[in-house]
């Protein structure tokens, strides 16, 4: 197979489909990465400008968040009428990650004093 990753249509072509269970599958995500912030609100929403995210260097991690049923649905939903795969991963990860759950919090007012 030839080419850059970013140049198939289907970058998960790239990758061999492991006879893996879901559970296997997603024990494959760091646990850095919490799927349950993954929503369609979210992944529609601004990504911030600092959040350095490169597709090819993500896609077994990428596949393996994919045995989540909701992101797999969201996947279906989203791409590629509203996203394009690079930007739906990008979102994802975003989500998933602390940096959304930072960002959030640096956006929110202060609480009032007591």
Known sequence: MGGALSDLSDPFE???EPAISPEAALAR????LDLRRISRA???GPVADTFS???DQHLEVAKAML????????RYELVP?????????????????SCSVDAAAASMPP????
């Open 29 to 32: 995500v760091p646990p850095g």
């Open 14 to 16: 790239a990758l061999e």
């Open 111 to 114: 609480p009032p004093p007591p």
């Open 42 to 44: 979210v992944l529609l």
């Open 67 to 74: 045995a989540d049923p909701n992101v797999a649905q969201l």
């Open 81 to 97: 009428t509203r996203l394009t795969e690079a930007q739906f991963w990008r979102a994802c990860f975003y989500a998933a990650s």
């Open 53 to 55: 995210f490169v597709l």
